[in-house]
């Protein structure tokens, strides 16, 4: 009975959580594309170099053996940035924890 009622729980966690995770995206997105352009701009020597995004996901912290989580939610957008007869792919991460974001990647 207790085992039923907890997946009820977790369901409808998970339920409610999907427009908070689309949020999430959509209010990080704009920080992540400056991330992407700022490195890529220095990268490549190109202040004119133009970014957009091609994917995005939110990565849920992974769940210990006693039930803890360890680490924050986080976005990953993968960006693709242009310019100067160039290009190159960065995977920006921003954790739900900060109020910054990184660039985790960079390939050309």
């Excluded at 400056?34 to 957009?52: H, I, K, V």
Aim: charged share 15%; hydrophobic share 40%.
């Amino acid at each position: 009975m207790t085992s039923s009622k907890g997946c009820l729980l977790l369901a409808a966690i998970a339920l409610a959580g999907c427009a908070t995770d689309q949020q999430f995206l959509d209010g990080k997105q704009p920080m992540a594309i400056d991330t992407a352009l700022q490195r890529a701009r220095f990268d490549m020597n190109c202040p004119e170099a133009s970014g957009t995004v091609l994917s995005r996901m939110l990565v849920q912290p992974p769940v210990g053996p006693m039930g803890g989580v360890y680490g924050a939610s986080r976005g990953e957008y993968t960006i693709g940035v242009a310019g100067c007869g160039q290009r190159t792919t960065l995977v920006v991460v921003c954790p739900d924890t900060s109020e910054g974001c990184f660039a985790a990647d960079g390939r050309r």
